[in-house]
C-alpha cells in the first residue's frame, strides 16, 4: 500500500515549457486534491475532484488544468510554466465519510521555472 | 478570510506537553476542527479532529471550548520530532483543506 504517489520529484522547467505532475493514489479514495506550496506560506488549493470525471477550481488555478479520468489518477498540467510557477506541489486524496475526511499528501514534487 | 488564527510560533521543552491554541470565533454549527501538522517539506500530515467533544488519539489530544469559538491541540509529551509547522483548519466535512500560516513549534532539547 504506498499511499499517495507524486512524480517526479524536482524537476527544472524554462520558462514556456510545459509538463504534466504525475499523482496516484492506491487507496480508493474518491476526492483528490492539488495544492502548491511557496516558500514560507501555507499550502494554497489549486483544483480538486470528488470521483472520476469531476473536477473543480480551487484558491489558485490560473495555469493549471487538470483532469481525473480514473480513481487512481489525478494528474496536473502547466502549459506554459512561468516563473511564478516556481513551488512545491503536493498532492493529496481522501474518503468522503462525512464529517471524516482525513486527507493523505504525497512527498511534493519541487518545480523550479527559469 | 481567514476562519483560524494561530501564534505564529511557539517553543515547547523536550517531554513537557505542548499546547497549541486556536481560534476560530466564527465556525458554523457544521463545521469542524481539523489539526494537521508539516515537518519540515514533507507533505502534511493528519493529527486529529472534533466537532463538539474532546478527542484523543495516539498522536494527541483536541480540547474544543464548549461554546466552540476556540481550541487547544495537546501534544503530551513533545519530543525534538515534533518540531514542525501545525495548521489548525475549520471547515465543513466533505470540502477541501484550506490552509493558513499555522504555528511554527520548536521542541527544544
Known amino acids: 500500500n504506498a499511499g499517495v504517489t507524486q512524480t517526479p520529484k524536482f524537476r527544472i522547467l524554462k520558462i514556456g515549457q510545459s509538463m504534466t505532475l504525475q499523482c496516484a493514489q492506491d487507496m480508493n479514495h474518491n476526492y483528490m486534491y492539488w495544492y502548491r506550496q511557496d516558500p514560507g506560506m501555507g499550502l494554497k488549493l489549486i483544483y480538486y475532484s470528488v470521483g472520476a470525471g469531476i473536477t473543480d477550481k480551487g484558491e489558485v488555478p490560473n495555469g493549471y488544468n487538470v483532469s481525473r479520468s480514473t480513481t487512481e489518477d489525478f494528474p496536473l498540467r502547466l502549459e506554459l510554466a512561468a516563473p511564478s510557477q516556481t513551488s512545491v506541489y503536493f498532492c493529496?486524496?481522501?474518503?468522503?465519510?462525512?464529517?471524516?475526511?482525513?486527507?493523505?499528501f504525497g512527498q511534493g514534487t519541487r518545480l523550479t521555472v527559469v | 478570510d481567514a476562519k483560524t488564527t494561530q501564534p505564529p510560533s511557539m517553543d515547547c521543552a523536550e517531554g513537557r506537553a505542548a499546547n497549541l491554541p486556536c481560534n476560530h470565533s466564527?465556525?458554523?454549527?457544521?463545521?469542524?476542527v481539523y489539526w494537521y501538522r508539516q515537518i519540515h517539506s514533507q507533505g502534511p500530515q493528519y493529527i486529529i479532529h472534533?466537532?463538539?467533544n474532546n478527542e484523543t488519539n495516539e498522536m494527541a489530544s483536541l480540547i474544543i471550548t464548549e461554546d466552540r469559538k476556540s481550541s487547544t491541540l495537546i501534544l503530551p509529551h513533545a519530543t525534538l520530532r515534533d518540531t514542525a509547522v501545525y495548521y489548525c483548519?475549520?471547515?465543513?466535512?466533505?470540502?477541501?483543506?484550506?490552509f493558513g500560516k499555522g504555528t511554527r513549534l520548536s521542541v527544544i532539547a
Open positions: 493529496a486524496s481522501s474518503y468522503s465519510r462525512q464529517g471524516d475526511t482525513e486527507a493523505f
Open positions: 466564527t465556525i458554523s454549527g457544521n463545521e469542524y
Open positions: 483548519i475549520v471547515k465543513p466535512g466533505n470540502t477541501p483543506l484550506v
Open positions: 472534533g466537532l463538539k
